[in-house]
């Protein structure tokens, strides 16, 4: 029997609202105590690892990540997608289906869950897609999906645009008890543009991606949750007006909820046009706290690190992003990690794909605009990693009950670093945050009871 005592940390679990110094015993793979007595009821040879001044927490959920595995594995496999998991501080993350081919099957499923088993460092759980191929033409076997194993079903990357479908796979999806998770985006609003339709598409003279394309199926997935009574979960919202839609409608009652990623809560459209401009949209400082020139690396106009779907918005989406994180109209937080080869993304800004990386600077960057940034207390910001996510996708984790799964997140709320290229553990380098500045790092990622992640002086070990 292993055992692990975590000591003196700031012990913050918001499912059982417990928010104070105490010690955590982890016993074969377990919660075994949690609180002043951990110590006494400790084994003969427990692992004693020094909390003191650091935030104890139950292990953080990605509930949105491209981990590229079947069919793309120069971008990411499952076990770098999970390394740099374990290395952000996540313990589970939930795969999304837009892969090749598609998770669309029973055997897919299986595929994924057996390589995750044996090269895995954190928990992947598995979501399903809606319709065959992603096509969004016809409905996927939801059925059988649900008894392989998926914890939802989404199109994620694609939209479903026959609002009749959409009407089918809600039935579904509550006959099946499983979250239905929609990627919202209305392809004859949006058609082909690349970034934000406003005054920077205009002045860079790129093709522009309204905000309405979004509200439009934020709209359509309240109405259709209102029908036909199934939870409803909007992914990656970007747009002021989707999130006052959100709004309206929770305050009505409806089964509809939303998510946020960190770079559309930190960055806006004119990153787009080069550095120097971004700062001269942003005076109050784009990263938690008052910041000035020369303290970010210089990036050029039209860097394709900065392209994604949905688009960078406006200074004021992005405020309405913050203030709906604050009021808990958006419960969750996911990084919509999305890797791709150097290759892809080393060409005109029409021609790369959209996506970056994010599982490594998750937690940094949503420390930094919302517990340093003074917007949301620690606990509430750890909820949107935790109990949020696995209320939604009906997950057994996110506590530190006692008998729980000993999957533990520790992290430094106040460590400055940089993100630095060299140091990543996933296969891909689009990241838009590289030299950046941080401010909180994970110090110890726990799965099971098995130290995955641990920080060490100079470097870090899995």
């Not at 290395?87 to 998770?103: D, Q």
Request: one cysteine or more; hydrophobic letters at 40%; proline letters at 5%.
């Amino acid at each position: 029997m292993s055992s692990t005592l975590l000591s003196g940390g700031r012990v913050v679990d918001p499912a059982n609202r417990l928010d104070q110094i105490a010690d955590v015993l982890i016993t074969d793979g377990r919660i075994a105590a949690v609180g002043r007595n951990a110590v006494a009821t400790s084994p003969a040879g427990v692992e004693r690892v020094d909390a003191r001044g650091l935030v104890v927490c139950p292990g953080l959920i990605d509930s949105h990540v491209h981990l590229r595995e079947p069919g793309q594995t120069a971008k990411e496999t499952i076990a770098t997608g999970t390394a740099a998991a374990a290395r952000g501080g996540f313990t589970s993350v939930v795969c999304m289906p837009n892969t090749s081919p598609a998770i669309d099957s029973a055997s897919t499923v299986a595929l994924i869950q057996q390589r995750a088993a044996a090269q895995g460092v954190v928990n992947v759980f598995v979501t399903g897609a809606i319709t065959r191929n992603i096509a969004g033409e016809e409905l996927a076997s939801i059925g059988s999906l649900k008894k392989a194993g998926v914890v939802a079903i989404t199109d994620d990357g694609h939209c479903v645009q026959n609002h009749d479908l959409m009407r089918r796979a809600m039935e579904y999806a509550r006959m099946f008890d499983l979250p239905l998770l929609d990627h919202c985006q209305d392809y004859s609003m949006v058609t082909d543009g690349v970034m934000h339709e406003g005054y920077w598409s205009a002045l860079l003279g790129l093709r522009g991606w309204p905000a309405a394309g979004e509200e439009l199926m934020v709209a359509r997935n309240i109405l259709l949750a209102e029908l036909t009574g199934t939870p409803v979960h909007c992914q990656h919202l970007s747009c002021a007006g989707s999130v006052q839609l959100l709004r309206e409608a929770k305050q009505r009652g409806l089964p509809i909820s939303g998510e946020a990623c960190p770079h559309h809560f930190t960055l806006t459209e004119a990153a787009v046009a080069g550095s120097e401009k971004f700062w001269a949209s942003d005076g109050r400082g784009i990263i938690g706290f008052e910041a000035r020139p020369g303290e970010l690396p210089s990036w050029p106009a039209y860097d394709t690190h900065f392209k994604m779907n949905p688009p960078l918005r406006s200074a004021r989406d992005r405020e309405a992003l913050l203030a709906g994180l604050a009021d808990g109209t958006l419960e969750i937080i996911g990084s919509d990690h999305a890797p791709h080869c150097d290759y892809e993304k080393e060409v005109e800004f029409d021609a790369a794909p959209f996506g970056i990386t994010g599982l490594e600077t998750e937690l940094a960057l949503s420390l930094m605009q919302l517990y340093h940034a003074r917007r949301l207390p620690l606990p509430d910001l750890i909820a949107k990693f935790t109990v949020a996510p696995a209320r939604l996708l009906h997950l057994a984790k996110g506590t530190l009950s006692v008998g729980a799964d000993a999957d533990v997140t520790v992290f430094d709320a106040d460590r400055e670093w940089r993100f630095e290229r060299p140091a990543t553990a996933s296969k891909s380098f689009n990241s838009p945050f590289y030299g950046w500045p941080m401010k909180g790092r994970t110090v110890l990622t726990i799965v099971g009871g098995k130290i995955v992640w641990r920080e060490t002086a100079g470097s870090a070990t899995l």
